[in-house]
């Protein structure tokens, strides 16, 4: 699992998790595929509870040449490779899992989360990003948003893509299209992002919801 904490910038996009979803990242380019498949056949062979000597006879090969592929101190044939999938009973391909790409993951600390600037910052509203992946899993962007004292209801918000609010303090009525929601801790609202959409009414402050919008592939949000 590789950390990447994300960047503190301000940055004003206008949607209600407004934020550019690019992460830096330390994942290293290339990845040793011996590594990969020592890892990967380790682990597939004790999920199975066997031994070392045991599978070697169960995939026919020997005992030293198995630990070799464990430790990644040699190369697999494609026929070693065969023979230790059907072993295994996984495909071919699962023992290369891992070897196109470092997978990414982002862990941000309670508080720690980038603070973010959006259209409604200007009045009192607080947007915390809670991590941002690159490629294709970068179009889901969760938002911590805080609503307090100085918080004002407007604006409305209007963006490709669907959104999911959770409730975690406080009261609020929101609004979407022409319906309204009051909103309280532990209450969802899933939207289409599309409609006009924000708080009519902070009713018990302080606020605290969490926004996640999922943007669709061809959105430039």
């Known amino acids: 699992m590789t950390r990447t904490d ?10 209600p998790a407004p934020v550019e979803r690019e992460v830096p990242s330390d994942t290293p380019t290339g990845v040793d595929l011996e590594k990969v498949i020592a890892k990967r ?3 597939l062979r004790r999920s ?13 090969i020997s005992k030293a040449m198995l630990s070799k592929i464990e430790n990644a101190q040699t190369s697999c044939s494609l026929n070693t ?7 295994l009973d996984v495909p071919v391909t699962s023992l ?4 196109d790409t470092e997978r990414e993951a982002v862990f941000v600390e309670s508080g720690h989360g980038a603070v973010i600037v959006g259209r409604g910052t200007r009045i009192g509203h607080h947007y915390e990003l809670l991590g941002a992946l690159r490629g294709q899993h970068k179009r889901l962007e ?3 948003v805080t609503l307090t004292n100085a918080s004002e209801v407007f604006p409305l918000f209007q963006h490709a893509g669907t959104e999911m609010l959770y ?4 009261v609020m009525v929101y609004g979407h299209g022409e319906s309204e929601y009051t909103l309280r801790p532990g209450d969802s609202l899933l939207l289409d992002g599309e409609g006009l959409h924000g708080p009519h009414e902070l009713v018990r402050l302080p606020i605290r919801f969490l926004a996640i919008t999922a943007y669709p592939d061809d959105s430039d949000s």
């Not at 290369?96 to 070897?99: S, V």
């Open 48 to 60: 199975t509870g066997l031994s070392v000597g045991d599978m070697a006879v169960k995939v026919g």
């Open 96 to 99: 290369f899992r891992g070897a």
């Open 81 to 87: 490779l065969a023979r230790l999938a059907a072993g």
């Open 41 to 43: 056949v380790r682990a």
């Open 167 to 170: 409730m975690l303090e406080g």
């Open 142 to 144: 969760p938002v911590l």
């Open 6 to 15: 994300p960047v503190d910038e301000h940055r004003d996009t206008g949607d």
